[in-house]
Nanobody, 115 residues
Framework: QVQLVESGGGLVQPGGSLRLYCAAS????????MRWYRQAPGKERELVAE????????SYADSVEGRFTISRDNNKNVVFLQMNSLKAEDTAVYYC????????WGQGTKVTVSS
């Protein structure tokens, strides 16, 4: 069964940095394009970043382009999201998932950007 465990969230001041982690299991991780999503209070879940199966290609939402970096370690079945120059509007619960999801979602990890 697919398992996705996000971690690394917390409280950060505007302009600060945070690194998120997603530990995946239950599928052949190296074969899947992976994504990070986020859901802010009162908002629908949105796609923020994507990385292809071998890490060769990445893409980002306009709102995070130039500030966030998605990466992965296929030996450890982990996908990362390095978040720099954080803004208050980045406050959300962050989730990882496959591009072609099984329908399972993990618990997410909460990021709060506030002074």
């Amino acid at each position: 069964q697919v398992q996705l465990v996000e971690s690394g969230g917390g409280l950060v001041q505007p302009g600060g940095s945070l690194r998120l982690y997603c530990a995946a299991s239950g599928f052949i991780f190296r074969s899947y394009t992976m994504r990070w999503y986020r859901q802010a209070p009162g908002k629908e879940r949105e796609l923020v970043a994507e990385i292809t199966s071998n890490g060769g290609t990445t893409s980002y939402a306009d709102s995070v382009e130039g500030r966030f970096t998605i990466s992965r370690d296929n030996n450890k079945n982990v996908v990362f999201l390095q978040m720099n120059s954080l803004k208050a509007e980045d406050t959300a619960v962050y989730y990882c998932n496959r591009r072609f999801t099984s329908g399972y979602w993990g618990q997410g990890t909460k990021v709060t950007v506030s002074s």
